[in-house]
């Protein structure tokens, strides 16, 4: 069952990325500095490299929006 | 007076560490401090702090953010009368729906770790109140979730005030 991130929930803060997944399946693919010095993030969990462990899923404090979603 | 062997481990606070600090600070505890203790920051809120014309606007107060730690905000009354009686009314905005809260009992708000919370602001304040924010952690930690606020509360905030502390950077 796949995993993937909820575009609509998704903050774009970047977390993920440093959460230590055990494939690091986590992928930047875009990076946007707003005006404020804010940085914003859109990431992807890379299906090829994702073995579906549930880690990011399963910990409630992967992902402060909620974002990852499965199937 | 004499040294006494134990006195290494009675801490006064140093207001020096806080210079511009506008909340008279009590005490203040961390892993740099001593070895082994979690963070901790004891201070009270006196009648108009929260209330200054910078912060006169929605969503206002202490921006959205996350620790990496658990985190509790106890909220003190200090009326020996009625102690569960805050004295005062503190809005507190939790998750990323921003959800919110009016605080006006004595109370604790946990914080699980990287759990988006506030703006925390105080709106009203009949006496002065003891706020206790205990870190589950070593050290402080922050990271800001200003894209969860309307436009223009934004833009009117000093982001100057309120840097990421502690969070890795992100490699792209």
């Known amino acids: 069952m796949a995993y993937r ?6 903050l774009k803060c970047g977390l993920c990325v440093t959460q230590d997944c055990p494939e690091n399946a986590f992928v930047v693919t875009n990076k946007v500095k707003e005006d404020d010095g804010l940085i914003l993030y859109t990431v992807i969990i890379d299906e090829n490299k994702c073995t579906e462990c549930d880690t990011c899923f399963s910990h409630e404090w992967w992902c402060p929006a909620k974002a990852i979603i499965r199937g | ?40 920051l004891i201070h009270w809120i006196m009648p108009g702090f929260g209330m200054q014309p910078e912060w006169d606007f929605p969503y ?36 990323p729906e921003l959800e919110e809260h009016h605080i006006t009992r004595t109370c604790c708000i946990w914080i699980p770790p990287n759990f988006i919370h506030s703006p925390w602001k105080p709106v009203r304040c009949d006496r002065p109140w003891i706020f206790m924010e205990f870190n589950q952690g070593p050290v402080h930690t922050e990271k800001s979730y200003r894209q969860i606020l309307p436009k223009d509360a934004r833009a009117r905030m000093d982001w100057s005030m309120w840097p990421d502390d502690k969070y890795p950077e992100i490699m792209v």
């Open chain 2, 60 to 95: 206002a107060g202490h921006p959205p953010h996350i620790h990496k730690d658990a985190e509790l905000l106890f909220h003190i009354g200090t009326d020996p009368n009625n102690p569960m009686d805050l004295g005062a009314e503190v809005i507190m905005y939790l998750g």
């Open chain 1, 5 to 10: 991130i909820d575009t609509k929930k998704c």
């Open chain 2, 1 to 40: 007076m004499a040294k006494k062997k134990y006195d290494k481990y009675i801490y006064e606070y140093d207001p020096k560490m806080f210079p511009n600090e506008r909340r008279p600070v009590m005490a203040y505890m961390d892993n740099n401090l001593a070895k082994g203790s979690n963070f901790y």
